[in-house]
């Protein structure tokens, strides 16, 4: 017992730094399996609140073209409800039964696009309706999805993780393929698993796919940018541009699927 | 002002400008500058070993907590605060640092600094660009991003501390 302890006196600079990595590469490991931050979940809102300082005073340089996308958005919108009704846009009224989701707005107040995984964490939490799991867009296309919920805040896995994949589908072909990020630059994402009779060409466009449980179907995920098909009986590949601009990304909409209990409760019975 | 304070000042604003400022620095998506390490590299010569573990560690994890990234921060700094004693062996030879605090650019110079922030940066990225990937398969992405880093952590890291040097003469 007196040599253990003349042992760990001695050599109590190196036992500790040994103790202190192993705790780190858990830590490290645990986060990377469940690729979930949880050690976020219980600080989350001082996290938010702080970035949510910290963003304000960006936000005041970025007001007028966050105005202009927003009314551009409502025009679009509204032209494409009078297309779909045919009729007065002012006097139409949707209920609450006749969406199949429903969007809650948000803000990002944190964004990061240069780390291997990358987060992003909105100003809406638990209180707001959000849950895990929920998809989220922007203006111009998919954005990610939500990995942890506090009170007042949420993060937001973003299409910039190494562990994201999104099924998505290719739209004058039907053909579907999966998406990861897979380059590095926030930019762009990697098409994976396209079937060997389909070519690309550069400006083809990516949509989500119905086949995918987070994303509703036909959202806007990218173009083609360079198309790199691979030896017979192999699956080609495609890089695409994100249609999200994921350096500039603002005004964020949360997606609740009205209809995923009932599809969860559906899945369960064959599992 | 008391010494503990402006340690602990120190180590809020440092946190708070990594994550708030330097983090949104995007320079072709492979630069990535950490300069929250000055904290580290500031602490007192008399700093008993174990403190330097335990406050890299802390720091670390102070900025993974902003991140999302448990435990990557805060092994990479646990690193370089366990190589400090080391470097500073190792860069000063048998220089004494009697009448010398803290390791400061004003008292040892432009040059020392340099190369004493150069290998602790070093060290760091080393540490953290590796835990990041987290895979072999990825060397050739680790090592340009360490690559690129390593110059433009040590040159902001620089740039901060000479900022401060000419502060503390007005005073």
């Given at each position: 017992?007196?040599?253990?302890?003349?042992?760990?006196?001695?050599?109590?600079?190196?036992?500790?730094?040994?103790?202190?990595?192993?705790?780190?590469?858990?830590?490290?490991?645990?986060?990377?399996?469940?690729?979930?931050?949880?050690?976020?979940?219980?600080?989350?809102?001082?996290?938010?609140?702080?970035?949510?300082?910290?963003?304000?005073?960006?936000?005041?340089?970025?007001?007028?073209?966050?105005?202009?996308?927003?009314?551009?958005?409502?025009?679009?919108?509204?032209?494409?409800?009078?297309?779909?009704?045919?009729?007065?846009?002012?006097?139409?009224?949707?209920?609450?039964?006749?969406?199949?989701?429903?969007?809650?707005?948000?803000?990002?107040?944190?964004?990061?696009?240069?780390?291997?995984?990358?987060?992003?964490?909105?100003?809406?939490?638990?209180?707001?309706?959000?849950?895990?799991?929920?998809?989220?867009?922007?203006?111009?296309?998919?954005?990610?999805?939500?990995?942890?919920?506090?009170?007042?805040?949420?993060?937001?896995?973003?299409?910039?993780?190494?562990?994201?994949?999104?099924?998505?589908?290719?739209?004058?072909?039907?053909?579907?393929?999966?998406?990861?990020?897979?380059?590095?630059?926030?930019?762009?994402?990697?098409?994976?698993?396209?079937?060997?009779?389909?070519?690309?060409?550069?400006?083809?466009?990516?949509?989500?796919?119905?086949?995918?449980?987070?994303?509703?179907?036909?959202?806007?995920?990218?173009?083609?940018?360079?198309?790199?098909?691979?030896?017979?009986?192999?699956?080609?590949?495609?890089?695409?541009?994100?249609?999200?601009?994921?350096?500039?990304?603002?005004h964020v909409y949360v997606i609740q699927d009205l209809h995923k209990p009932e599809l969860d409760s559906l899945k369960a019975k064959?599992? | 002002?008391?010494?503990?304070?402006?340690?602990?000042?120190?180590?809020?604003?440092?946190?708070?400008?990594?994550?708030?400022?330097?983090?949104?620095?995007?320079?072709?998506?492979?630069?990535?500058?950490?300069?929250?390490?000055?904290?580290?590299?500031?602490?007192?010569?008399?700093?008993?070993?174990?403190?330097?573990?335990?406050?890299?560690?802390?720091?670390?994890?102070?900025?993974?907590?902003?991140?999302?990234?448990?435990?990557?921060?805060?092994?990479?700094?646990?690193?370089?605060?366990?190589?400090?004693?080391?470097?500073?062996?190792?860069?000063?030879?048998?220089?004494?640092?009697?009448?010398?605090?803290?390791?400061?650019?004003?008292?040892?110079?432009?040059?020392?600094?340099?190369?004493?922030?150069?290998?602790?940066?070093?060290?760091?990225?080393?540490?953290?660009?590796?835990?990041?990937?987290?895979?072999?398969?990825?060397?050739?992405?680790?090592?340009?991003?360490?690559?690129?880093?390593?110059?433009?952590?040590?040159?902001?890291?620089?740039?901060?501390?000479?900022?401060?040097?000419?502060?503390?003469?007005?005073?």
């Open positions: 017992m007196y040599n253990l302890r003349r042992f760990i006196l001695k050599h109590h600079f190196v036992i500790l730094f040994i103790l202190l990595e192993v705790i780190s590469i858990l830590l490290l490991a645990n986060s990377q399996r469940f690729h979930r931050n949880r050690m976020v979940n219980t600080t989350n809102d001082v996290v938010g609140k702080i970035y949510e300082w910290g963003s304000e005073v960006g936000n005041y340089f970025r007001l007028n073209t966050a105005n202009e996308q927003l009314a551009e958005e409502n025009a679009m919108l509204r032209q494409r409800l009078s297309v779909v009704y045919d009729i007065d846009t002012s006097t139409y009224d949707i209920s609450e039964g006749d969406t199949l989701y429903k969007y809650i707005p948000a803000q990002v107040v944190n964004n990061s696009t240069n780390q291997a995984n990358n987060y992003i964490i909105i100003n809406k939490g638990k209180i707001d309706g959000i849950e895990r799991d929920m998809s989220v867009i922007s203006t111009d296309g998919i954005v990610g999805v939500v990995t942890d919920v506090s009170r007042h805040y949420a993060s937001v896995m973003s299409l910039l993780h190494s562990k994201s994949v999104v099924g998505v589908r290719i739209k004058q072909s039907q053909e579907l393929a999966s998406l990861k990020w897979g380059t590095n630059n926030y930019r762009y994402g990697m098409v994976e698993d396209i079937p060997t009779h389909i070519l690309l060409q550069q400006g083809d466009t990516i949509l989500t796919s119905s086949h995918s449980f987070i994303f509703p179907a036909d959202l806007m995920v990218g173009t083609v940018e360079e198309f790199y098909p691979t030896a017979i009986d192999a699956l080609n590949k495609a890089k695409i541009r994100f249609a999200t601009d994921f350096a500039t990304l603002r064959f599992q | 002002m008391n010494k503990t304070a402006l340690q602990i000042i120190r180590f809020v604003v440092l946190v708070l400008l990594q994550v708030l400022v330097i983090n949104h620095i995007r320079l072709g998506g492979y630069v990535h500058p950490y300069i929250y390490l000055i904290f580290i590299m500031l602490l007192p010569f008399s700093t008993p070993k174990w403190q330097l573990l335990v406050l890299g560690f802390a720091l670390g994890l102070s900025v993974d907590l902003f991140t999302g990234t448990p435990g990557l921060h805060a092994g990479a700094t646990t690193l370089m605060a366990f190589c400090r004693p080391s470097i500073i062996k190792l860069i000063s030879g048998n220089q004494k640092f009697e009448n010398i605090p803290e390791p400061n650019i004003g008292q040892l110079g432009g040059i020392w600094f340099l190369r004493y922030a150069l290998l602790m940066v070093l060290i760091h990225h080393f540490a953290l660009f590796f835990l990041e990937s987290f895979s072999i398969r990825l060397i050739g992405q680790v090592l340009l991003r360490i690559l690129l880093s390593v110059p433009v952590s040590t040159f902001l890291i620089m740039m901060i501390l000479y900022i401060f040097k000419s502060e503390k003469k007005r005073e």
